[in-house]
T-cell receptor
Framework: NAGVTQTPKFQVLKTGQSMTLQCAQDMNHNSMYWYRQDPGMGLRLIYYSASEGTTDKGEVPNGYNVSRLNKREFSLRLESAAPSQTSVYFC?????????FGNGTRLTVT | GESVGLHLPTLSVQEGDNSIINCAYSNSASDYFIWYKQESGKGPQFIIDIRSNMDKRQGQRVTVLLNKTVKHLSLQIAATQPGDSAVYFCAESPLYTGGFKTIFGAGTRLFVKA
């Protein structure tokens, strides 16, 4: 089925550990996004990639890095995880209009 | 500053009744508004959108109303069903972002009572 696929679905890290969240879309969309969602809050943009080869900071980029590996894939890396990065992370893609979201990665940093 | 806010954090309706979820936005430069539905454990899913050159748009059982004068957006769900229980987010896409950025409100949780 067409859509946005995120891996892993769940992850527990210790403070200071690193990890990469993977995202792939098969809709041939140019733009891809990483959001985080915290309880009682809407989604906040971490980084986005308007097209292959470009990345830009969003609202809350500190502590994260991204790589637009190719048109399909956009990864999010936490170099040294902190408890404040405990959240649900959503990847999304779009071409012209609404965002298409994956089902999220639930990350807990202890 | 940029913000998209919601008037009510939760809304409880009886099955079969109509639901209205409200949203205020602050950015006059936004030209595109979207409603998303998020079910537990899933990502947000597109419901309906509207451009700033319209004041009403209808879908299947859903209607979005846009009042640019008071910067207000609403989502109406007709004959609400248990499957409509979810968190609903309004979002806006300001012109100055070239359509690349979408700003989300905090969400309203809709409970449908059987």
């Amino acid at each position: 089925n067409a859509g946005v696929t995120q891996t892993p679905k769940f992850q527990v890290l210790k403070t200071g550990q690193s990890m990469t969240l993977q995202c792939a879309q098969d809709m041939n969309h140019n733009s891809m996004y990483w959001y985080r969602q915290d309880p009682g809050m809407g989604l906040r943009l971490i980084y986005y990639s308007a097209s292959e080869g470009t990345t830009d900071k969003g609202e809350v980029p500190n502590g994260y890095n991204v790589s637009r590996l190719n048109k399909r894939e956009f990864s999010l890396r936490l170099e040294s995880a902190a408890p404040s990065q405990t959240s649900v992370y959503f990847c999304a893609s779009k071409e012209d209009s609404p965002l298409h979201f994956g089902n999220g990665t639930r990350l807990t940093v202890t | 500053g940029e913000s998209v806010g919601l008037h009510l954090p939760t809304l409880s309706v009886q099955e079969g009744d109509n639901s209205i979820i409200n949203c205020a936005y602050s950015n006059s430069a936004s030209d595109y508004f979207i409603w998303y539905k998020q079910e537990s454990g899933k990502g947000p899913q597109f419901i309906i959108d509207i451009r700033s050159n319209m004041d009403k748009r209808q879908g299947q059982r859903v209607t979005v109303l846009l009042n640019k004068t008071v910067k207000h957006l609403s989502l109406q769900i007709a004959a609400t069903q248990p499957g409509d229980s979810a968190v609903y987010f309004c979002a806006e896409s300001p012109l100055y972002t070239g359509g690349f950025k979408t700003i989300f409100g905090a969400g309203t949780r809709l409970f449908v009572k059987a």
